[in-house]
């Protein structure tokens, strides 16, 4: 599966902006998805995740309250919706998915990343 990130942007503190992932292949529902960050000098981490049917999801505590993971199997897309932004949120995203089953919070997860999207919050 290929994988492409698109919404990024700039977005002031407290705002909303919901990132887009939409990948190409026949097999997308098969696919755990995932969103991961990385801010400058600092290693990639875990956002959010989603399960190939959309029933489970799993956030980062960072995150947990204010982003939401979602999916449409159907367009063969998985969204990020980011509301009540804040500075530190400011990192390239990335989207990635796996049919493994590891533990679906690490990089290493995942077999399939596409290029990220930068967000940037201003303060």
């Known amino acids: 599966v290929q994988l492409q990130a698109y919404g990024g942007g700039l977005v002031q503190t407290g705002g909303s902006l919901r990132l887009s992932c939409a990948a190409s292949?026949?097999?997308?529902?098969?696919?755990?998805m995932g969103w991961f960050r990385q801010a400058p000098g600092k290693e990639r981490e875990f956002v959010a995740t989603i399960s190939w049917g959309g029933g489970s999801t799993l956030y980062a505590d960072s995150v947990k309250g204010r982003f939401t993971i979602s999916r449409d199997n159907a367009k063969k897309t998985v969204y990020l919706q980011m509301d009540s932004r804040k500075p530190e949120d400011t990192a390239i995203y990335y989207c990635a998915g796996t049919v493994r089953g590891a533990v679906p919070t690490t990089p290493n997860a995942y077999d399939y990343w596409g290029p990220g999207t930068l967000v940037t919050v201003s303060s």
């Open positions: 292949g026949r097999t997308f529902s098969n696919y755990r």
